[in-house]
């Protein structure tokens, strides 16, 4: 609709008739396949439905190579339900999760570890670098009533990557539970169950996948499997309960996301003909860097250094001019087509700017031509930040 606002100037990009390019870290921008595949209703106990879940669930165990050692469990919701039912299913009621904390998500994996009645203890880290290995296996030495660590791996609220390797292996040889957030990096950065070490590891249906948001997994180790039973304190969320009834019938529990489990297989489908994990990798590296250098040509400054900084999601220094204000920045933004995204710093003024969903370079290029356009018409003549 905000192609026919009379207030706006018509440019180039807001000419086209297409959706708003959503720049942000889900649900994200789709293809049409993936958007036409949920035409069709259907039955949650047929026997086409339920070969589609097991396609998916097989399909997902291969982009981490993880047929032999990990089963994978669909949750519905969106992909926070899936970080709650982990841990409410991999934890013991009395264990003991250490979270290290560089970011807004790590803080929420801590707060709900909590209110399912889990002890946590929150290790703050600098949000503008990795979590450190060093700092971790000091807290696995010195308290043995660790039992867990719970580790996001891309951090989406500034855009960082933590050291998923290395805290894997400080955690194995440590004999701790890992459960890993990899919502926002799984199906672009390497994650491979054969040289990694992990009990669960999440991800959802709406990030890098590109499917529609609506549904979590989680691949829960084999090892561990039968040790989860009866862990959870919650019927919805409880993932061995979840598994152990897929295996049996091939059904989902309960009602099933069903236009979304199908787009979803659909998404994975197109996936592999882009050429997989590593095509889509090269696909976000060259729309970050697409975005990165024209936002710098523009004066725009990233909050992380570009060592730390996983193409997954970029957050930017708000500029210093007074006439920025984020809300008139995203609805001119808007207006030329492109959703951006607020920032989740508390200390210094952001936004951010997402590089995934079923976008290319050009996308990219006519991202950062709206934010001139935008800067133009709010009178701001740079991007600098403040210093
Ligand atoms: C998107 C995301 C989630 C899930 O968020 P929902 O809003 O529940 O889908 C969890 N962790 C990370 C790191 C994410 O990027």
Redesign the pocket.
């Known amino acids: 609709q905000a192609y026919t606002s009379l207030e706006e100037p018509l440019t180039e990009t807001t000419r086209m008739d297409r959706d708003h390019i959503l720049l942000t ?2 649900p994200l921008t789709t293809t049409l396949r993936t958007k036409l595949a949920m035409l069709k209703d259907w039955g949650s106990w047929d026997t086409d439905f339920i070969a589609v879940t097991a396609r998916v669930r097989a399909a997902l165990l291969d982009i981490i190579h993880g047929a032999d050692t990990h089963v994978l469990v669909p949750l519905q919701g ?4 899936s ?1 709650e039912a982990a841990v409410a299913t991999v934890v013991p009621r009395d264990g003991h999760v250490l979270v290290m904390d560089n970011g807004a ?1 790590c803080k ?1 994996a801590a707060k709900l570890t909590q209110l399912m009645g889990r002890r946590a203890t929150v290790v703050p880290q600098a949000e503008e670098a990795p979590v450190s290995p060093a700092v971790l296996e000091q807290h696995l030495k010195s308290d043995a009533s660790i039992t867990h660590v719970v580790l ?1 791996h ?3 609220g500034t855009g960082v990557l933590n050291p998923l390797p290395e805290i894997a292996a400080l955690c194995q040889q440590h004999g701790k539970g890992l459960i890993v ?1 990899a ?2 990096s799984f199906g672009a950065l390497p994650i491979d169950a054969r040289e990694v070490r992990f009990d669960a590891l999440v991800a ?1 249906s ?2 890098c996948l590109e499917g529609v ?1 609506g549904m979590g997994f989680v691949f829960l180790r084999k090892a561990i499997l039968a040790g989860c039973a009866g862990q959870s304190q919650s019927l919805a969320m409880d993932l061995h309960d979840q598994h152990v009834y897929m295996e049996k019938t091939g059904q989902w529990r309960f009602t099933p996301p069903t236009h979304v489990l199908v787009a979803l297989d659909e998404a994975i489908r197109q996936f592999q003909e882009e050429g997989g994990r590593t095509a889509r990798l090269a696909r976000y590296t060259q729309n970050y860097r697409v975005l990165v250098d024209g936002m710098a040509a523009l004066g725009f400054k990233p909050f992380l250094r570009p060592e730390v900084q996983a193409p997954i999601i970029v957050t930017f220094h708000a500029p210093a001019h007074p006439n920025y204000e984020f809300r008139r920045f995203y609805e001119a933004a808007k207006a030329r087509g492109f959703i951006l995204y607020p920032g989740k710093l508390t200390q210094v003024e952001t936004f951010r700017v997402g590089c995934i969903g079923a976008i290319g370079a050009n996308e990219m290029r006519q991202a950062v031509a709206a934010v001139a356009d935008t800067l133009r018409e709010m009178g701001i003549p740079s991007g600098q930040p403040a210093n």
């Open positions: 870290p889900g969106s992909g926070t339900f970080v998500y929420r996001i891309c951090e989406t957030d919502m926002s959802a709406g990030k948001p």
